[in-house]
């Protein structure tokens, strides 16, 4: 088993890149350490690990330990079926099953972080939208905007949360699941679907997908025991991998 516990440090499982991000450290006090063991041979799910001890402000978000696939503010991750423009999607479907344990109780989500830009390889400031799907919450952890309804999206109940990032502008639509999860299969293309049909633009690109735990405070491990995410693209919008630069 791999462990790692510095800001910005990597794992690479298969197509994942496990990312133990402490973007927001700063505004507290504590620790969090990610760790997973080497993918089964011939499988595209992997399985991972991260625990965590945060204090201070309860409103900043400390971390989101993740497993990121495609683009991520520069990182370079090894799965090569993204960027796809929103049009060209056939098929966006993944697999997470999760437990969660706090030891003490504070704020936190487990939810996907997914980017949208106007760019197939953006800068930052190319960034339109980010897709947050909120799987569980605690402690009344809260999205960017503000509740602008009640929506029906894959079969479930969604509070739909927008919003504009109050340092980088771009679009946050944040989807908070009603009733918790802990283990669920996902038709993500319903989510890009139902943001398409009202105000995303279906030329910008998928350019990175996701999932971990916002943790703002307290101490609690997440254990993902099952998780996966495949995207394909229509005709030759999906470039086998070793087509596509940098991909071997």
Request: proline share 5%; with cysteine.
């Amino acid at each position: 088993m791999d462990r790692v516990c510095d800001h910005g440090a990597t794992l690479v499982r298969g197509r994942y890149l496990l990312f133990n991000n402490l973007w927001g450290a700063a505004s507290g006090a504590g620790e969090q350490c990610l760790w997973a063991d080497p993918p089964a041979a011939g499988t595209e799910t992997i399985a991972w690990s991260t625990g965590w001890r945060w204090t201070g402000d309860p409103l900043s978000v400390k971390s989101y330990a993740a497993a990121v696939v495609g683009w991520h503010f520069g990182l370079a991750t090894p799965a090569c079926e993204l960027p796809l423009r929103l049009s060209d999607i056939a098929a966006a479907t993944s697999e997470w099953q999760y437990r969660l344990s706090e030891e003490t109780a504070g704020t936190l989500n487990v939810a996907y972080d997914i980017w949208v830009a106007s760019t197939p390889e953006p800068l930052p400031e190319e960034l339109t939208d980010e897709i947050m799907i909120w799987l569980h919450r605690d402690g009344g952890a809260t999205p960017i905007g503000a509740v602008q309804a009640t929506v029906v999206v894959d079969g479930a109940e969604w509070e739909l949360w927008q919003g504009k990032h109050p340092r980088s502008q771009w679009q946050v639509h944040s989807f908070v699941r009603t009733a918790g999860e802990q283990a669920l299969e996902l038709d993500l293309t319903r989510f890009f679907d139902f943001l398409v049909s009202r105000v995303v633009d279906p030329a910008h690109y998928l350019v990175g997908i996701q999932a971990g735990t916002e943790i703002f405070t307290g101490q609690g491990r997440l254990e993902t025991l099952r998780y996966s995410v495949r995207v394909t693209g229509r005709g030759a919008a999906h470039l086998p991998a070793a087509e596509r630069a940098g991909c071997g």
